[in-house]
C-alpha cells in the first residue's frame, strides 16, 4: 500500500517573506508570498515523490485563512486541503490516514528573539504550555501528529524555526532558508535555492522517516495559554471547562485533539471586535 504524506505549509518561514504585507491578504505584495508559498510546497511534493514515487501526497494549506496556496499552480500529483474551520486546522488530513508529516514555511513561537514574523497561533497569544513546557505551532503540531502515531520529519523556516523543531525532533532533516536578524527582517535563500534545499531535504526525510518516532505526550494534558489582552482572557474564559487566572486561561484535556480543538476556539474567540 502506498504510503501518504502530510506536507504542512504556513507562510512566514517561506523564503524571501519577511513582513506581514507579504502574508496578509488585504496588504500589497501577499500575491508574490503565495507564489513563494506555492513554489515551496510543490518542491517539497517533488522531493517525496522523488523518493517514493508511489506516495500519496497531500498538501494541508496552513496559513491565515487556509486560502492561500495557488491550485492551479500546485503540482497536479498532490491533493490540496483548503479552507476553515477545520477540526485538525493545520494537520487537516492526518485523520485521512497520513503515515508522515512533513511542516513547510514554519515560524518559532512568539517571543523567540531573532525569529522572522514569530507569534503562536495568533497575535493575541503570547506562549502555550502543555503540561509544562512552552510550544509553538511546530510543538503543538508536532504532539498533535504523535498523538495519531505520525511523526514529522522535516521542517522547512527560518534558522530559529528550524532549531525549534530540531531540538524537540533530533533525528529529523530541517532545512533553513533564511536567517532572522529581526522580526521583519532576514538573510534570506534565492527562492529557487530554498526550493532545491527543500526538494533534496524531503527526499532524505522520506528514506529516513522509519528511524523518526512519532513525539508523544502524557495524557491528562494540562493546557495554559497565555494571552496579551486582558478582553481576551476575558472572552476565552467563557469557554466551558476552561479557567481564567490574570491573563492566562488554563484548561485539561484527555487528548492533543480535545486541547487542539480548545486553542483553536480561544484564539477565534480573541478576534472578535468589540
Known amino acids: 500500500m502506498a504510503i501518504k504524506v502530510l506536507i504542512s505549509v504556513d507562510m512566514e518561514g517561506i523564503a524571501g517573506i519577511v513582513h506581514p504585507a507579504e502574508t496578509n491578504p488585504e496588504r500589497y505584495d501577499y500575491e508574490r508570498g503565495r507564489r513563494l508559498m506555492t513554489a515551496e510546497a510543490n518542491a517539497v511534493v517533488a522531493g517525496v515523490l522523488d523518493a517514493e514515487p508511489a506516495a500519496e501526497v497531500l498538501v494541508a494549506d496552513s496559513h491565515g485563512p487556509y486560502r492561500n496556496i495557488l ?32 511542516f513547510v514555511g514554519y515560524h518559532a513561537r512568539a517571543g523567540v528573539s531573532g525569529a522572522v514574523l514569530a507569534h ?36 522547512g523556516g527560518d534558522a530559529a524555526a528550524c532549531e525549534e523543531f530540531g531540538t524537540l525532533v533530533p533525528r529529523s532533516v530541517t532545512v533553513p532558508v533564511k536567517q532572522g536578524l529581526g522580526q521583519h527582517a532576514a538573510d534570506t535563500l534565492h527562492p529557487q535555492e ?41 472572552l476565552a474564559a467563557l469557554i466551558p471547562g476552561a479557567t481564567r487566572r490574570g491573563r492566562t486561561v488554563v484548561f485539561d484535556a484527555e ?20
Do not use: C, F, W
Open 120 to 155: 503562536t497561533i495568533g497575535d493575541a497569544v503570547l506562549d502555550v504550555r502543555i503540561n509544562g513546557a512552552s510550544h509553538g505551532e511546530i510543538g503543538i503540531n508536532t504532539l498533535l501528529a504523535g498523538s495519531y502515531g505520525v511523526p514529522v520529519v522535516l521542517a
Open 194 to 234: 530554498a526550493q532545491d534545499r527543500l526538494r533534496q531535504g524531503a527526499a532524505e526525510a522520506m528514506r529516513l522517516h522509519a528511524d523518526n518516532p512519532p513525539v508523544l505526550v502524557s495524557s491528562p494534558l494540562h493546557v495554559e495559554v497565555d494571552l496579551h489582552q486582558p478582553r481576551s482572557a476575558d
Open 255 to 274: 487528548t492533543m485533539t480535545a486541547a487542539y480543538s480548545m486553542l483553536q476556539l480561544i484564539v477565534l474567540l480573541t478576534q472578535i471586535g468589540p
Open 71 to 102: 491550485p492551479e499552480d500546485l503540482d497536479r500529483r498532490a491533493r490540496l486541503i483548503r479552507g476553515k474551520p477545520r477540526e485538525l486546522g493545520m494537520l487537516a488530513g492526518l485523520e485521512a490516514g497520513a503515515r508522515v508529516v512533513m
